[in-house]
């Protein structure tokens, strides 16, 4: 179904609530505001497949107007809030978007940001700052009745590129592209996870990451409620479960980390037991950490493995995992290869890339060359993730082709960050690499080689972090810098970006 049918049955039912203030978004409100933003969008002459950008913390605005662009036939692209001004711009305008609304509450700034993005209509939700035109103004005197020409759209998420720069990964649109066409996710999560229209889904994370967004707007097609948490607490989480008689909820192995070290009168505080599902992907999860939440809350730990590429899924539920530790699942909807060099399929138990063979497609846009390199020969799909399969077809991941490092279930790109660096002038090569971390999964670590050895001091680390801080938004920001004579490199200029990582890794052993 669609949210505007549940506004028509149960107008007055809540679709989302703030966890934190409380305030509330019925479902009839939520069709008549995104009906008034899918106006907007045409009266702005943004037609079918074309885009609008979104820059927003969790809010009810947030979904809003992303249904008011789904509901219009165009792409909605979610900048995550944290970035800066200069990383939005690239989003934007490498997306196409003809519109971004953005708030008060992100990390770049807005006079920074309407300086760059000359030529592209903004808004702002709330008091708008200058440059920007109010978003409340432009669609206040917009219908609240459907659109004429209503046509089902598509987030554009993006990912990793091959420069270091994000790509956008534009997802096949149903032949049928009624509103009301059911997706594959809403069969899923019914299916695995028991989601239904008395659920009530607790959301953790940002709404701009891929598995928020994707989830809450399957929500709102079932017809439950999701409560939006404005900013990971790991107390307040467990507070929400308690207040809003949370059914399902869905984190990244970091929030079990913080909640796990919660003191114990504070763990043993609230009552939990509404919860029926904790869904956990984002990032793979220490097996000692999950074995623990299995302890705490029991066997309703369910984890799934996919990308935002949507080529494939793998799911698992605490009984599976407990006979298989560390498995992330069989496959649901594809089947799973593991690749040799060669691209010829590997014996069981033996390590490869991991191939999703599956009906999906999709493709990163402006980027024909890392599309291909996404599929084989076989037109089977990789996320670029190492790993193996057992004799049941319970799949483990071991290692990430990519290097890319996951800090509390966010995607960090090395590339991007040593791109920057190497254009400071005191600095002649770096590498950034993922290094263990307790709490975070993995941390961002830059290994520099400055121009002059003499560089090479506490003082200059401090120096590059200030000006790393100018151009990046904060979850990049190495956490240690530390300093090299020479970085490993092959003659051709390789770098062994390995090398370094696994002298990291092994001093934790």
Partial sequence: MHPSVHARTQPDKPAVIMAGSGE??????????????????????IGHDGAIALCLENSPRFLEIMIGALRAGIYAVPVPSRLTAEEVEYI???SGAALLIASRRIAADPADLAARLEGIALGMTGDPAPGFASWDAMVAAQPDAPIADELAGSPMLYSSGTTGRPKGIRLPLPDDRSI????????????AFGFSADSVYLVPAPLYHAAPLHYSLSMLRIGGTIVAMEKFDPEAALAAIERYRITHAQFVPTHFVRMLKLPAAARARYDLSSLRFAIHAAA????????????????????????SEGCGTTI?????????????GRPVGCAVHICGDDGEDLPVGETGLVYFEGPNEFRYHNDPGKTAEARNACGWATLGDIGRLDA??????????SFMIISGGVNIYPQEIENLL???????????????DAEMGEKVVAVVQPVNWKDATPEFAVELEAWLREHLSGVKIPRRIDFREELPREPTGKLLKRLLRDEYWKAVR
Avoid at 180 to 190: E, H, R, S
Avoid at 316 to 328: F, K, N, Q, R, T
Avoid at 392 to 401: C, I, M, N, V
Wanted: hydrophobic share 40%.
């Fill in 284 to 307: 793979p999860c220490p097996v000692p950490v999950k074995q623990a939440m299995i302890d705490w809350w029991g066997p309703i730990i369910m984890e799934y493995y996919a990308g």
């Fill in 92 to 94: 934007v305008r490498d």
């Fill in 392 to 401: 049941e077809g319970f799949l483990y991941l071991t290692d990430r082709k």
């Fill in 24 to 45: 509330t978004l019925s479902y009839g409100e939520l069709d008549r505001a995104s009906n008034r933003a899918a106006h907007h969008f045409r009266a702005h002459g």
């Fill in 316 to 328: 698992i539920g605490s009984a599976d995992w407990l006979a298989h530790p560390g498995s992330v």
């Fill in 422 to 436: 190497i254009t400071h002038p005191r600095v002649m090569d770096a590498a950034v690499i993922g290094a263990p």
């Fill in 180 to 191: 009301l066409t059911t997706n594959q996710l809403v069969v899923t999560m019914k299916a």
